[in-house]
């Protein structure tokens, strides 16, 4: 599992502000994990359901499912983006919202839609993944 100290690092990273052999400052790291629990609280009332509760040091474990790690920091870098002025690579801008589309795949693959009684078809589910009923 990864930590909150690992997920700022690898943001920082991405946005080119921080050498990868170097630890963030610590108003850096401050101000990281303000946005980052921002953020996550925004992800999980859009229904990006991914367990989060809010973290407040740089030692902390990611309260949240493995799988949205890398999705948590390349967001998390688009975030901190105008913070240090800097240019995002198109690449580091794409993944992250490829990313936070799978993240919110993931959701709705774990809990899958259902029509409700008394709506035409309603012995079926709707399949994000196939964008088709399953009867």
Same mark, same amino acid.
Request: aromatic letters at 8%.
């Given at each position: 599992? #990864?930590?909150?100290? /690992? *997920?700022? $690092? ?12 170097? #630890? &963030? ?7 990281? *994990? ?6 996550? +609280? %925004? ?11 809010? +973290? ?10 493995? /799988? ?13 983006? &105008? %913070? ?5 690579? &198109? ?9 936070? !589309?799978? +993240?919110? #795949?993931?959701?709705?693959? !774990? ?7 008394? *709506? &035409? ?8 993944? $196939? ?5």
């Amino acid at each position: 599992m #990864a930590t909150v100290a /690992e *997920i700022v $690092s690898g943001a920082l990273g991405l946005l080119r502000v921080l050498d990868a052999t170097e #630890a &963030p400052e610590a108003e850096d790291m401050e101000t990281a *994990i303000s946005a980052l629990n921002m953020m996550m +609280v %925004r992800w999980e009332a859009n229904g990006y359901s991914v367990g989060w509760s809010p +973290v407040s040091s740089p030692a902390d474990v990611m309260p949240n499912v493995p /799988e949205a790690d890398e999705a948590i920091m390349y967001n998390l870098a688009v975030k901190l983006r &105008p %913070r240090y002025g800097v240019s995002i690579d &198109p690449d580091v801008f794409a993944d992250a919202s490829r990313l936070k !589309s799978d +993240v919110l #795949a993931d959701v709705f693959a !774990s809990s899958p839609m259902e029509m409700e009684r008394g *709506i &035409p078809g309603w012995r079926c589910r709707y399949n994000i993944r $196939s964008d088709g009923y399953r009867y």
